[in-house]
C-alpha cells in the first residue's frame, strides 16, 4: 500500500548542481517532480520540502567568508537567493499538475527551530488539494542569521502532520557504509561512514540528515533515503535505500 501523507525532502544536491552557484539540474528535478506526480495521481497527499544545494549553501557560505559572520540583515540576500530557487521548483510541480502552494520559513517560523513553524497553514492546503511547498531558509534571530535546515523542517512537519511517511532524496541511492554499499536498514549512527563532498553545506550534511531521521523514527515508521531513481517506489512502500528505524 502506497502512503496516505507522504513529506518528501528534495536535497539541493539533487534539484541543483553543487559544484556551480545558482545552477538548477532542470533534468533531476523534472525526474523528481514526474513521480511525485505519479503519486498524487494515486490519492496521495504530499508536502514537498527542498534544500538550498548551489543556491542556499553557496551564499550563506560566501557571506562568512566575506563577513566572518552573519548579521540578520544578511537574511535578505540569503532569502532571495533561495526564493529563486523555490520559484524554479513549483513552477516545475505546476507543469506536472501538483498544484504547488509556496511558504517560504521566513514567513511561516518564528526563529530556526522548525516547532515554531505554523504547520497549519500546510494542513490548510492539504486540505484544499494542494501540494504545500517549503525550503531550508534564512531567518534573522537575535541579531544574527540563523539557517533553518529543510531536513529538519521536513521531519519536523511529518511529526506534526503525523505523517506516515518521510522521505529524504539524495544523490546516492541510499546512506552507504564504508564499501560504498548501500545500508539497507539504518537504526544506529555509528553505521555511517561519512564521505568527503566537495561542497559546502552549512547545515551537516549527510551526518545530521541521519540524526534527524533517528529522532523522527521514533514515530515515523516509514522513513527511506535514497534517490530520484527510487522515489515513486519509496512512496509506494516499496523496499528501496535505506529504512531509518528506531530500535
Ligand atoms: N555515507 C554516505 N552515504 C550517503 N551519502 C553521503 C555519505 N557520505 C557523504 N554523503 C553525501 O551526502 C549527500 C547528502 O547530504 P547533503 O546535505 O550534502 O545533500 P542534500 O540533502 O542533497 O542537499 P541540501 O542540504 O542542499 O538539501 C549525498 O548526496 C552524498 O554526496
Ligand atoms: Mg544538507
Redesign the pocket.
Known sequence: MACRLAVV?L????I?D?SAPERVDYESLEKAALQLAGYRGGGGLLVLV????SF??VEVARISREKGRLDSRDSSRVQEVMLKLALTVIRVLEEKGLNPSLHPPHTLCMNSLPETCNTSIIKRDLEEGLTPVTY?DAIPENGETRIIS??DLAAWIAVALKADCLV?I???P????EKGEVIPILSNLNQ????Q?K?D?V????LR?VKTALEASKTIDNIIITNTEHLLEALERKRVGTKVVHM
Open positions: 525532502k536535497g539541493g544536491g539533487v541543483t553543487k527542498h534544500g538550498g544545494g542556499g549553501h531550508g529543510g531536513d529524504y539524495i544523490r546516492e541510499g546512506v552507504l557504509d555511517l561512514k561519512v564521505r563532498t561542497w553545506d547545515t551537516g550534511g549527510i540528515k
